[in-house]
């Protein structure tokens, strides 16, 4: 009987229970256990982090029939069982109740539950009464998922309270070193890494396996589990869409694959975007679905980034997380938006995008960012300008552009108006899924924009407060046409003027280039 895809399960006992299709991990988790006591993992969201947590709750309690035929099914003790203290933060309603008051919730339910009375204490105190009570059943196993949830909800809206909920935080997980001999495991897991800025400094004796290369596949896809996993569904699939399985698995793997959580380490994929996309057999972008979240298009649109990869990072810029000064590459990588790609001698990353899903996603939610529109606006606008830019018409492309300037408050761009009309040139074009370079580098200087389309070849040079002469002009004394003519198709010449008065383009100018 074919196994159900786990379409949006997060519970290992309703998984294995129900028949679905689980992916065997339990060798890097009885790795884990057996080599150490205090642990932490971040992962992008969507990657699996809740479904080890309940993984390890089950492993802990005993409950062996849920493990039949898995790997860590004869490597286990049975007879030996821990009561588990289990909390997950994106269950309690901090946003609504304020953190204190949610985690206090929180505990009073758990001795309501145990049929104690509640201490009338603090929230620490009364985590630490908690863990004692478990203790007497045996050494607690504490698992904590997505810790930092009460901190990245307010980035880029509430600093003041994002500093506040770490601070309560760091005391709250203090608790745990302050009772180290009545535990057995403590596993966290989030997406952001603040070991090193307050939020662990009461628990400084964390493992981070978040960048290890022996845990590198622990959470997602790789190949091989896809190809020994999901063979079913693939021939099937294939066989739908009308491609041999070669051609399809490139392109799954184009979609899909690419994140890679150790310079050595082997790709994978995100494993809720492929069981959706073996549910629907389409490939469309799953990950836009969940939602990009509103802090990180924030802070990139304040810093003016929109076209960051690849880019060459040092460790230390993407190993941990500062609220105090937001590290836009770093905070991009833990949220699964970049990946690494290789590694140089110099000890620096090349950050790039991991798939197209992911790609895409960010492109359309950066233009839709820049451009203030609302959700979903972005994909007609797009359409319009494509069309109109293969047939030539650069005089409908300009009056559309200038109406959406027009409906961009001046705020966002009075601090980079240049950067910021260059910004959305290049997440249009690039967001068309047309060949787009910024600033690209020739032997005489660098070109704004070069924009290939089927038919046409654009070179766009952009002006602020000059003339589209000046612009063409440029195009011209550096040649930078000649870079391009092995592509044998026509070049174009466009030059843009942008006025900082009336914030919008004020002039433009399209000349033909030579050619040879």
Same mark, same amino acid.
């Given at each position: 009987?074919?196994?159900?895809l786990?379409?949006?399960?997060?519970?290992?006992?309703e998984?294995?229970?129900g028949?679905?299709?689980?992916?065997?991990?339990?060798?890097?988790?009885?790795?884990?256990?057996s080599?150490?006591?205090?642990?932490?993992?971040?992962?992008?969201?969507?990657?699996g982090?809740?479904?080890?947590?309940?993984?390890?709750?089950?492993?802990?309690?005993?409950?062996?029939?849920?493990?039949?035929?898995?790997?860590?099914?004869?490597?286990?003790d049975?007879?030996?069982?821990?009561?588990?203290?289990?909390?997950?933060?994106?269950?309690?309603?901090?946003?609504?109740?304020?953190?204190k008051?949610?985690?206090e919730l929180?505990?009073?339910?758990r001795f309501?539950?145990?049929?104690?009375?509640?201490?009338?204490?603090?929230?620490?105190?009364?985590?630490?009464h908690?863990?004692?009570?478990?203790?007497?059943?045996?050494?607690?196993v504490?698992?904590?998922?997505?810790?930092?949830?009460?901190?990245?909800?307010?980035?880029g809206?509430?600093?003041?309270?994002?500093?506040?909920?770490?601070?309560?935080?760091?005391?709250?997980?203090?608790?745990?070193?302050?009772?180290?001999?009545?535990?057995?495991?403590?596993?966290l897991?989030?997406?952001?890494?603040?070991?090193?800025?307050?939020?662990?400094?009461?628990?400084?004796?964390?493992?981070?396996?978040?960048?290890?290369l022996?845990?590198?596949?622990?959470?997602?896809?790789t190949?091989?589990e896809?190809?020994?996993?999901?063979?079913?569904?693939?021939?099937a699939?294939?066989?739908?869409?009308?491609?041999?399985?070669?051609?399809?698995?490139?392109?799954?793997?184009?979609?899909?694959?690419?994140?890679?959580?150790?310079?050595?380490?082997?790709t994978?994929?995100?494993?809720?975007?492929?069981?959706?996309?073996?549910?629907?057999?389409?490939?469309?972008n799953f990950?836009?679905?969940?939602?990009?979240?509103?802090?990180l298009?924030?802070?990139l649109?304040?810093?003016?980034?929109?076209?960051?990869?690849?880019?060459?990072q040092?460790?230390?810029?993407?190993?941990t997380?500062?609220?105090?000064?937001?590290?836009?590459?770093? #905070? !991009? =990588?833990?949220?699964?938006? +970049? *990946?690494?790609? &290789?590694?140089?001698?110099?000890?620096?990353?090349?950050? @790039?995008?991991?798939?197209?899903?992911?790609?895409?996603s960010?492109?359309?939610?950066?233009?839709?960012?820049?451009?203030?529109?609302r959700?979903?606006?972005?994909?007609p606008?797009?359409?319009?300008?494509?069309?109109?830019?293969?047939?030539?018409?650069?005089?409908?492309?300009i009056?559309?552009l200038?109406?959406?300037?027009?409906t961009?408050?001046?705020?966002?761009?009075?601090?980079?108006?240049?950067?910021?009309?260059?910004a959305?040139v290049? #997440? !249009? =074009?690039?967001y068309m899924g +047309? *060949?787009?370079? &910024?600033?690209?580098?020739?032997?005489?200087?660098?070109? @704004?924009?070069?924009?290939?389309?089927?038919?046409?070849?654009?070179?766009?040079?952009f002006?602020?407060?000059?003339?589209?002469?000046?612009?063409?002009a440029?195009?011209h004394k550096?040649e930078?046409?000649?870079?391009?003519w092995l592509?044998?198709?026509?070049?174009?010449?466009?030059?843009?003027?942008?006025?900082?008065?009336?914030?919008?383009?004020?002039?433009?100018?399209?000349?033909?280039?030579?050619?040879?």
């Amino acid at each position: 009987m074919a196994q159900k895809l786990p379409l949006g399960l997060q519970d290992f006992r309703e998984i294995i229970s129900g028949g679905y299709k689980y992916i065997d991990k339990t060798r890097y988790i009885h790795q884990m256990c057996s080599s150490g006591k205090y642990y932490f993992l971040s992962r992008p969201r969507r990657f699996g982090k809740s479904m080890t947590v309940s993984t390890l709750h089950e492993l802990y309690s005993g409950s062996r029939d849920l493990f039949k035929g898995l790997w860590i099914e004869d490597q286990w003790d049975w007879d030996k069982r821990n009561p588990v203290l289990r909390f997950n933060f994106t269950g309690i309603d901090f946003p609504e109740l304020g953190l204190k008051s949610a985690l206090e919730l929180q505990l009073n339910a758990r001795f309501k539950a145990l049929g104690l009375s509640t201490p009338k204490t603090g929230i620490s105190a009364k985590f630490e009464h908690l863990i004692n009570h478990y203790a007497k059943d045996g050494k607690v196993v504490v698992l904590i998922d997505e810790y930092d949830a009460p901190i990245t909800h307010y980035l880029g809206v509430d600093i003041k309270t994002a500093l506040a909920n770490r601070d309560l935080l760091r005391d709250f997980f203090a608790v745990l070193k302050n009772n180290d001999a009545l535990l057995e495991l403590v596993f966290l897991t989030g997406i952001s890494r603040f070991s090193k800025v307050g939020v662990f400094s009461g628990l400084n004796n964390l493992t981070d396996l978040s960048m290890r290369l022996d845990y590198a596949p622990m959470l997602g896809y790789t190949q091989v589990e896809l190809l020994e996993h999901f063979s079913a569904e693939i021939e099937a699939t294939a066989a739908f869409m009308d491609l041999s399985v070669p051609v399809f698995l490139d392109e799954v793997r184009k979609w899909y694959n690419g994140y890679r959580f150790h310079e050595k380490a082997e790709t994978v994929y995100n494993p809720v975007s492929i069981n959706l996309f073996f549910d629907t057999k389409e490939f469309k972008n799953f990950w836009f679905q969940t939602g990009t979240p509103l802090f990180l298009i924030n802070l990139l649109r304040k810093e003016g980034l929109y076209d960051f990869t690849p880019s060459l990072q040092p460790q230390r810029s993407f190993d941990t997380f500062n609220l105090e000064s937001i590290n836009p590459y770093g #905070l !991009l =990588f833990q949220t699964g938006y +970049l *990946t690494i790609h &290789s590694h140089t001698p110099f000890g620096l990353y090349e950050l @790039d995008y991991p798939n197209y899903e992911v790609e895409s996603s960010m492109k359309e939610n950066l233009f839709e960012a820049f451009l203030n529109m609302r959700d979903g606006q972005a994909v007609p606008v797009v359409y319009k300008l494509e069309t109109l830019l293969e047939k030539r018409q650069v005089d409908q492309v300009i009056k559309q552009l200038q109406g959406l300037f027009k409906t961009v408050p001046f705020q966002l761009h009075e601090q980079y108006p240049e950067k910021f009309f260059h910004a959305v040139v290049h #997440l !249009l =074009f690039s967001y068309m899924g +047309l *060949t787009v370079k &910024s600033e690209v580098c020739t032997s005489d200087g660098r070109i @704004d924009a070069v924009v290939e389309t089927p038919s046409w070849i654009y070179m766009i040079e952009f002006k602020l407060d000059e003339s589209v002469e000046a612009a063409l002009a440029q195009i011209h004394k550096k040649e930078y046409y000649q870079a391009y003519w092995l592509k044998d198709k026509p070049i174009l010449g466009l030059g843009i003027n942008f006025s900082s008065e009336s914030k919008n383009i004020s002039d433009w100018k399209l000349e033909e280039m030579p050619s040879i």
